[in-house]
């Protein structure tokens, strides 16, 4: 009487490990697998945040050098409309100065028949 209980007592307890130990493995299985994934992505998280950082530091290195060539071209314009000034100054001064000969000639040559009367 009380060795069929105990053999179902074995018996259950028996099949109560195995489908525990089953879930054991595959819960083992699951983490093992779990842990592959995480430490892969904490791989490429580690190499996205240098990536990153290198990026950080280009765009850094481009603004500053964007804002260096922003003044060299500022300097660059002032320069230009300085010597366009000087030009212009410089035409004026020829000009004048093809004004006064044309005068002198006319001086001249205005004396040259006075003096022929």
């Known amino acids: 009487m009380i060795a069929p209980t105990i053999q179902s007592i074995g018996a259950l307890a028996a099949a109560g490990g195995g489908i ?3 879930f054991y493995a595959v819960k083992w299985a699951f983490e093992w697998v779990a842990g592959r994934m995480d430490k892969r992505a904490d791989r490429v998280d580690a190499s996205t945040d240098k990536l990153i950082a290198r990026l950080e ?9 964007l804002d260096q060539v922003e003044n060299e071209l500022r300097d660059c314009t002032r320069k230009h409309a300085e010597s366009d000034a000087k030009v212009l ?6 000009d004048g100065k093809g ?3 044309q005068r002198a000639a006319m001086v001249a040559a205005a004396d040259r028949m006075e003096g022929r009367r």
């Open 57 to 65: 530091k280009q765009v850094e290195a481009l603004t500053d050098r």
């Open 89 to 94: 100054r410089l035409e004026a001064i020829i």
């Open 99 to 101: 004004e006064i000969a």
């Open 20 to 22: 525990g130990g089953g």
